[in-house]
Every structure is written in structure tokens, then in C-alpha cells.
């Protein structure tokens, strides 16, 4: 699972300043998933060959008149509880401020690992981080610029150092006599059904094992069948067993939505038929999509809506949720278990589309094909020429093209290829990634 970064400190501190530069690597990730979470922000990134998501808790202290203790607001407490690791940004042109030492306390208190940087150090000694030791918590403060980049580095090394790095390879299914073990997350905000869905999945078919989980900031994975068909359930925005059932937890939380389709092979996003498309779920398909992990839309609660109602909500789907045009949509019943069998060849079909082996004859076949039909447009004197094309990757497919003068291809001529070899392809399902490789 990738660990969870908070970036917390007062005002002005630099702490989107930061945030920005971690999220940076990778672009147009989540940007924030607004309403639910006013005040925070999440994205993730990469530092060497270790990706993290980091959240920026923005609105930590309400800033009051005077010195009241105050309250966390509980979005950033909560962003704290699930943190794996705190970053505590203090200003190093302020010195310390009572608000920093009522941050401190509450940190001490979370039992979180915190790390201090000392934020608009640049043209600063070291020296001038030593008063922050007065904060008492007993760490070394580094010295960071988040505006100019400097001590960002040596400061996410250590902070990430405790965990994984990336695995090389796409995550591989694993194998299981012959057949695929798919990984599903099922995703969506609160009350769309999620959990009514997990529960008629696991309670018709065999559950084959169940990690109960040590404490609950541990992930449940489930293996089940369905149709005979093996799944592993990931961990789903936090969907805990009681009694016999799952049932959402009381705090909706995207960090575990997040680590879910990270964690994921294909994400079922669950919409709800009855209160339609919102922004949060357009949020989460997009992460979906940022991560490249296959998708399923399954609209819930169609069972008794009017065929006005049905048509009226399609409209809005095409609308809305236009990015996701080459996504499979499931129409079902998780209460009245209906539509369930879509579903779940929905996700496989998606699951082979995302791991589809890409011969490099066809391919390069294809894009000569493609070509004929079209050329890329001339820029200025030269026209882009492409030779051949190989698979760069699966989960999601990569088609790296190589040629010359490719740099000059714009986006409505990769929406072209991208199109034409989900057609060729039946890349139906899954998000594919085009990259051009210029020889000179
Ligand atoms: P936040 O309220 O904690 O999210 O703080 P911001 O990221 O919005 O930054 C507050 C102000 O500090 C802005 O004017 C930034 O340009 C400035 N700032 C952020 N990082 C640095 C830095 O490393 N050096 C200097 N000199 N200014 C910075
Ligand atoms: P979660 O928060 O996403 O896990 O949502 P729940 O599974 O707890 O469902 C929220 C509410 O929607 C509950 O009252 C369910 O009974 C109801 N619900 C779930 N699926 C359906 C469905 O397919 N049809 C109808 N009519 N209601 C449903």
C-alpha cells in the first residue's frame, strides 16, 4: 500500500508551496475532491523508486482571534490518523509562533512519526532551525525551500526510506491454475451501495479467505469466486466486516480509495442511480484513470427508477462522465442483485483488455494502417514520421511508437492513434497510454 504523507503546519507556512512540488513529478493528479473535503487536498508522486500519496491538511487550525485552544478541525485530524508519516512545516523567517507549539502537541500526542522542515530556509544557516528545537519534538529540523527546491530531496529520502519501493513490473495477477486472480476495488463516495454490492458479491459465492485485519488501519483483501471466476477484493474506502456483513465505516476516506486503486487491477466505480453523477465521482474515475487501472462503471439502484428516469440519468452520464468513453457502464440492482453478472464480465473483459499482449508485427501493422488513413499534420517543414510501434507495458497497455520529429505530434493526432488501436485492439475497459520515441 502506498504510504500516506500529511503536510501539516499553520497559514502560510509554504504548505501548498510543498505540496505542489511533491505532486509535481506526476501531473494532473487528484486535484481536491471538493465538498467532502474542503480542506484538503491529495495527490501522490514519486521520489526515486518510491511513490507516496501526500495530503495537504490546508486548513489546519481555524485561525481564531486569540488564544483559545482550538479544535482540529477534524478533516485534518482525520488526514493525520491515516497518515503513515507527518511532515510538520514551520517558517524559518517567523521563528517559532504559539500556534506551532499547539500543532506540536497535538502531533506529539497523535504518536504519528513526524519529521520538521524548517520551510523558507534558502540564504539561512542551520543555525537558524536550532530554535525549533524548543518545539520538544525531539527530531533534527531540515533545513527546506519549498519555492526554490532546495532540502525537498534529502527530506523526502528520509521521510520515505522506512518503505517499499515501487515494484519495476506492473502488478501481475497472480496466477492461479492458469486463471488470473483478479484485483477489484470498488470505489465510490458514500451511500452509493458500495458495501450492498460487496455483501451480494461475497454472499452468493464462496468467500476462500479472509485476512481479518490487526488493526484497522490494515487493508482486508478477499478472495472470492463468482461465476467460478477467482477475485480478490481489495480494501475499499474503508468497508470493515460486522457481524456477518460489511458495512462502510463512519468516515468516508479517500486516502483509502486511493491506496485501494493503487492496489487494484480494476476499479468498479459504484454510482448512484438516484441522486446522479457528482463531482466526487467524476474525481475518483479520474484518479482511476490518472493510475491507468481498468474501469467498470456500475450504476446502482436501477431497480424501480421510471423510464423517464433511466434515460434522463444515461444523458447525464454521457455528459459527465464523457473522459470515461471507453469505460464499460453496468446498469444494476446491488440490493435486488440484479445486473451482477454484467458486472462481473464486465470486469473481466476490462481485466483482458488491460493485460492484452500487443504482438509488435500487428501493431506496427496497425499504426501503418492508421498512418495511410491519415497522416499527422505537418509542423512547419518537417512531418512527424513513424516506423513502428512496440507494447511498452500492460495494466494499462502502453504503445510506445517510434520514429522521427515525433515530439511534434499534437494531442488530436494521439487521440487519433488512441482510438484507433482500442478499436484494432478491443481495448475496450481500460485506459491505454501512447508514447512516441524520437530517433533524431
Ligand atoms: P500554506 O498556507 O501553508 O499552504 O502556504 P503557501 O504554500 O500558500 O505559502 C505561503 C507564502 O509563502 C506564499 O507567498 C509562498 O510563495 C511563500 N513561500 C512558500 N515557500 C517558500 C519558500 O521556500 N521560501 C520563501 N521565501 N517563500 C515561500
Ligand atoms: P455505501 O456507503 O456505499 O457502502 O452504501 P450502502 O451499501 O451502505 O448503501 C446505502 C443505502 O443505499 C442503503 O440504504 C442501501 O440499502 C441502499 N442501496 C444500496 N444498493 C441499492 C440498490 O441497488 N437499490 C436501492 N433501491 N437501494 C440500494
Not at 242 to 247: L, P, T
Request: proline share 5%; glycine share 8%; charged share 25%.
Amino acid at each position: 500500500m502506498l504510504p500516506v504523507i500529511a503536510l501539516v503546519g499553520r497559514p502560510n507556512v509554504g504548505k501548498s508551496t510543498l505540496y505542489n512540488r511533491l505532486t509535481k513529478t506526476r501531473d494532473a493528479i487528484v486535484a481536491d475532491f471538493a465538498g467532502l473535503t474542503r480542506d484538503r487536498h491529495y495527490g501522490d508522486g514519486k521520489v526515486g523508486p518510491r511513490p507516496y500519496i501526500v495530503v495537504d491538511t490546508g486548513g489546519f487550525e481555524p485561525q481564531r482571534p486569540e488564544g483559545v485552544v482550538s479544535h482540529m478541525a477534524s478533516q485534518a485530524e482525520l488526514a493525520i490518523e491515516e497518515a503513515d508519516a507527518v511532515i510538520f512545516i514551520v517558517d524559518a523567517r517567523t521563528g517559532v509562533t504559539p500556534q506551532d507549539h499547539r500543532i506540536a502537541q497535538t502531533l506529539r500526542e497523535s504518536g504519528r512519526k513526524i519529521y520538521l522542515a524548517v520551510n523558507k530556509a534558502e540564504g539561512l544557516s542551520a543555525i537558524a532551525g536550532s530554535e525549533f528545537y524548543e518545539l520538544g519534538l525531539g527530531v533534527e529540523p531540515f533545513m527546506v525551500s519549498a519555492a526554490h527546491g532546495q532540502g525537498i530531496a534529502s527530506l523526502m529520502e528520509t521521510v520515505l526510506s522506512p518503505f517499499p519501493e515501487d515494484e519495476e513490473e506492473e502488478k501481475p495477477a497472480e496466477e492461479e491454475e492458469g486463471e488470473h486472480r483478479i484485483r477489484v476495488a470498488i470505489a465510490g463516495r458514500p451511500n452509493v451501495g458500495k458495501s450492498t454490492l460487496v455483501n451480494a458479491l461475497l454472499g452468493e459465492e464462496r468467500v476462500i479467505a479472509f485476512d481479518m485485519p490487526g488493526t484497522t488501519r490494515d487493508a482486508i483483501n478477499i478472495d472470492f469466486e463468482y461465476d467460478g471466476h477467482p477475485f480478490t477484493l481489495v480494501d475499499t474506502a474503508g468497508l470493515r466486516k460486522k457481524g456477518r456483513v460489511f458495512e462502510a465505516i463512519e468516515k468516508f476516506s479517500i486516502v483509502k480509495t486511493l491506496q485501494a486503486i493503487a492496489d487494484s487491477n480494476v476499479v468498479v466505480l459504484v454510482i448512484d442511480a438516484r441522486s446522479g453523477v457528482a463531482e466526487h465521482d467524476a474525481h475518483i474515475a479520474e484518479y482511476a484513470l490518472d493510475s491507468g487501472r481498468a474501469l467498470v462503471v456500475a450504476v446502482n439502484k436501477w431497480d424501480g427508477m421510471s423510464a423517464y428516469d433511466r434515460s434522463q440519468l444515461d444523458q447525464q452520464l454521457d455528459m459527465k462522465l464523457r473522459f470515461l468513453h471507453w469505460a464499460k457502464f453496468v446498469h444494476i440492482s446491488a440490493l435486488k442483485h440484479n445486473g451482477l453478472n454484467h458486472l462481473m464480465k464486465a470486469v473481466q473483459e476490462a481485466y483482458q483488455a488491460a493485460i492484452a499482449k500487443l504482438p509488435t508485427p500487428k501493431l506496427t501493422r496497425a499504426l501503418i494502417e492508421a498512418v495511410e488513413r491519415q497522416q499527422p499534420p505537418r509542423a512547419g517543414k518537417v512531418r512527424p514520421k513513424m516506423r513502428y510501434a512496440h507494447q511498452g507495458g500492460t495494466n494499462p497497455p502502453v504503445i510506445v511508437i517510434h520514429g522521427n520529429s515525433l515530439q511534434q505530434i499534437g494531442d488530436s493526432y494521439r487521440r487519433y492513434l488512441e482510438s484507433w488501436f482500442r478499436d484494432k485492439f478491443n481495448l475496450a475497459g481500460t485506459p491505454l497510454k501512447i508514447e512516441f520515441r524520437t530517433g533524431r
